[in-house]
């Protein structure tokens, strides 16, 4: 739901500059999971970061809270470089940012209750001791949607759906300001997909939360989200409000990828024009020359191999990074052939 | 005759926590050159329905208790079990959701795709060799000479469903099970894909049995669909008809909290509570807990199966009412 309707310009919470995350292989083999992103990410606001497997939007979330360490760039949180803080300030500034991950059965450490893992941010972060905390974790699985007699159970007992209650409890004790949601709802059941999804929107209105929901699922994506952030081979691709990508997307890449959604009406499906691409995802080991997409796109002319295309905002707050694409002719099929206005 | 008619089927674990009815009494058939969808959530009994058909339940601890799998009207369930072997993989081919793990790693493609049609064909090594060749070539495995000598791991998730396709689809089978085949892989590939299941079966007249869980793929590929829950069809129709208008709350809660693309953004509808633990039902219909509709009567007595047109049935205590909704809903 937008709520981006306010007349002054929203407040960047999280500011993300250039950043990259490189793994070094060995025999000088290195993968670039992060290739140079920038972003803002808007109070408030749900961000949906959406890209296929091994397009580093999983790494990009980590690296965003620090889990994993940038290679190089910034991330700001409220305008200050959580990098430079120390001690004290960084213990203090980092409550305010958490996560909650997408395998529900592996977050949780099973040898402790519920109450044990939903209170043990408290703790860690002195923010409330003996009765305080117990009334506290009570509240937390009462606002998730579980009962208070769960706190003595222990995560084995529980279902999927259940455990990422749990995990976004847990997340929620030191009441966080910013969460990255990595893939929360890819584990669970469509009818527990819905609740979940649910929830998350409800916490986010009541406490004022501001989500990146990464997700592979971009029917999921489409409608929890604000702004969408399509990522593919380590960089950000498109950005666009979360109903003008689906319905209007720019860059081919994600072209292919909304075709590729299924949409649950039998009608529809019987006569959509399906883009289908060529190909597989190619190894972020030794990604393509030029745009990295330039591999599988059925629009690519020879200087794509070459060029490496910036995000340009082609329309109002509408980014895409294509050469063959400009704010003159911003859809492709109206460009003629051999020619990349985006480079005049 | 069908190419395919479950009858009443009924498969059953002994577990720990007592019983459980994976599959309670499931009737359904195929015709062919149809493709049959089966949803339903983890648990449902999508996968054990289908494991049932081809024999392959592992006893214990489960075992078929009851029921019949007529196949081109043999009853495959009361077959020994080497005539059961030879229509496994020659007549009834599968692909799961994971090709890693239905791939031998230690073995080249080659080879495992030869071992398909020396063993049911009777063909030479050479003949099989071309055989494998010409396979990987249909499924769009670029470079398929050269490639064929490689083993699974060379190989990416979606060029290893294609082989799985391959393997299954190498002698020509009157019945393809696919079991989640997209699960595990991206969008753009799951599309590729899709697209080439629905190809080759265009090509070659076979039929299909989907089993997913979702209902975007159902929508593009299948005919008919059964909806699972708690080990018993919930709802079974043309694909069309179920989508249009649902006759069982539970499908129809399953379709409006799936998000619409097309649609705006807003509160989804969602289903409330878990499903039910299959070895613990109570008596009743297994949904009343979860539906909106209940009423004192779905706790207390099991739902009729109700034929609300002669292809679409229902079990539900208010099928017709739920049907004459949607109907109506559709119209308006």
């Given amino acids: 739901m937008s709520s981006q309707s306010t007349p002054n310009a929203p407040e960047t919470l999280v500011a993300i500059r250039d950043l990259k995350v490189h793994f070094n292989l060995g025999h000088d083999r290195m993968v670039k999971a992060v290739d140079g992103v920038t972003l803002d990410i808007l109070a408030g606001e749900t961000l949906g970061l959406v890209g296929e497997s091994g397009c580093g939007k999983s790494t990009l979330g980590r690296a965003v809270l620090r889990l994993t360490e940038p290679t190089s760039g910034q991330v700001l949180y409220r305008n200050q470089d959580l990098a430079r803080l120390s001690g004290k300030q960084l213990r203090e500034q980092r409550r305010h940012l958490q996560i909650i991950f997408q395998d529900p059965y592996a977050s949780l450490n099973p040898r402790m209750t519920v109450g044990q893992i939903v209170g043990e941010p408290l703790e860690t972060f002195r923010l409330a001791r003996g009765r305080e905390a117990e009334q506290r974790v009570q509240e937390l699985l009462e606002t998730v949607g579980l009962s208070k007699r769960f706190i003595k159970r222990y995560p084995h007992e529980f279902s999927g759906g259940q455990r990422q209650r749990i995990g976004i409890a847990r997340a929620l004790a030191v009441d966080p300001d910013f969460i990255v949601a990595d893939e929360p709802i890819s584990a669970l059941d469509v009818s527990i997909q819905a609740q979940i999804m649910n929830l998350l929107e409800k916490l986010r209105r009541e406490k004022n939360l501001t989500y990146l929901f990464i997700s592979h699922d971009l029917r999921a994506i489409r409608h929890v989200s604000d702004r969408v952030a399509v990522m593919y081979l380590g960089r950000l691709v498109e950005i666009a409000d979360a109903k003008t990508i689906y319905v209007e997307p720019l860059m081919p890449y994600t072209k292919a990828l909304i075709s590729a959604v299924p949409v649950p009406d039998p009608e529809v499906e019987a006569t959509r024009q399906r883009i289908v691409l060529e190909g597989d995802v190619p190894s972020p080991i030794n990604p393509p020359s030029g745009c990295p997409f330039h591999t599988r796109c059925p629009y690519a002319i020879d200087v794509c191999k070459e060029v490496v295309p910036q995000l340009v905002e082609i329309k109002p707050a509408h980014y895409a990074a294509c050469i063959r694409i400009s704010p003159a002719v911003p859809h492709i099929e109206d460009v003629p052939p051999g020619t990349a206005p985006g480079l005049d | ?332």
């Fill in chain 2, 1 to 332: 005759m069908s190419l395919l008619e479950v009858k009443n089927l009924r498969t059953y674990f002994n577990t720990d926590d007592g019983l459980v009815k994976a599959v309670d009494g499931i009737s359904f058939q195929l015709e062919r050159g149809e493709t049959l969808g089966i949803v339903g959530e983890s648990g449902s009994g999508k996968s054990v329905t289908n494991l049932s058909i081809i024999r392959l339940i592992p006893e214990p601890p489960g075992r078929i208790a009851g029921g019949e799998v007529l196949f081109n009207g043999e009853d495959i369930l009361s077959l020994p079990a080497e005539a059961v072997r030879k229509i496994r993989g020659r007549r009834i081919a599968m692909i799961f959701q994971d090709p890693m793990t239905s791939l031998n790693p230690f073995m080249k493609i080659s080879k495992q795709l030869m071992e398909m049609t020396e063993l049911h064909l009777g063909h030479t090594k050479a003949q099989a060799y071309e055989h494998a060749i010409r396979m990987l070539e249909t499924v769009g495995i670029p470079d398929a000479r050269a490639r064929a000598n490689s083993y699974p791991h060379e190989f990416s998730g979606g060029m290893r469903q294609r082989v799985m396709i391959a393997m299954a689809l190498s002698c020509e089978p009157e019945l393809l099970i696919a079991d989640e085949p997209t699960t595990a892989l991206d969008v753009t590939i799951q599309a590729q894909i899709l697209e080439l299941i629905k190809t080759l079966k265009q090509k070659t007249g076979t039929s299909v049995i989907l089993i997913t869980h979702d209902l975007g793929v159902v929508a593009g590929m299948t005919d008919h669909v059964i909806v699972m829950y708690a080990g018993k069809i919930f709802e079974q129709a043309r694909t069309k008809e179920l989508f249009a208008s649902p006759g069982n709350p539970y499908t129809k809660g399953l379709l409006r909290s799936v998000p619409d693309p097309t649609a705006e953004q807003g509160k989804l509808y969602q289903i409330p509570g878990l499903p039910p633990d299959v070895a613990h039902l109570k008596p009743g219909c297994p949904f009343a807990d979860r539906c909106e509709r209940a009423e004192e009567i779905c706790r207390r007595e099991f739902p009729p199966f109700v034929e609300l047109t002669p292809d679409h049935h229902s079990l539900c205590h208010f099928a017709n009412e739920v049907y004459v909704e949607s109907v109506n809903a559709k119209r308006a």
